[in-house]
Nanobody, 118 residues
Framework: QVQLQESGPGLAKPSQTLSLTCTVSGGSITTNYYYWSWIRQPPGKGLEWIGYIAYSGSTYYSTSLKSRTSMSRDTSKNQFTLQLSSVTPEDTAVYYC??????????WGQGTQVTVSS
């Protein structure tokens, strides 16, 4: 059974870089044709896809967040990370990591609240 768990600080100050980690258990992030995404949900709004890091290590980001987004992975720890730079209060959201092997997401983390405030 594949499980995902997000971790990272729950509070960030404006202009800082937010860093979150997703730890995957029960499966490998290098499994062929799996894509590991970060998705967020601001308060009162819908889900927003941020980007993914693929089984191969390649990355692809949302156009709207591309200039501030970086994703990486540590295959030895079976983890992948999100870095979002120059955060503002508009980046306040519940951040989720998720895994997809085809259409739709097969696995989701429980989500972690991130608040950007001075």
């Amino acid at each position: 059974q594949v499980q995902l768990q997000e971790s990272g600080p729950g509070l960030a100050k404006p202009s800082q870089t937010l860093s979150l980690t997703c730890t995957v258990s029960g499966g490998s992030i290098t499994t062929n044709y799996y894509y590991w995404s970060w998705i967020r949900q601001p308060p009162g709004k819908g889900l927003e896809w941020i980007g993914y890091i693929a089984y191969s290590g390649s990355t692809y980001y949302s156009t709207s967040l591309k200039s501030r987004t970086s994703m990486s992975r540590d295959t030895s720890k079976n983890q992948f990370t999100l870095q979002l730079s120059s955060v503002t209060p508009e980046d306040t959201a519940v951040y989720y990591c998720a895994g997809a092997g085809g259409l739709g997401y097969d696995y989701w983390g429980q989500g972690t609240q991130v608040t950007v405030s001075s």
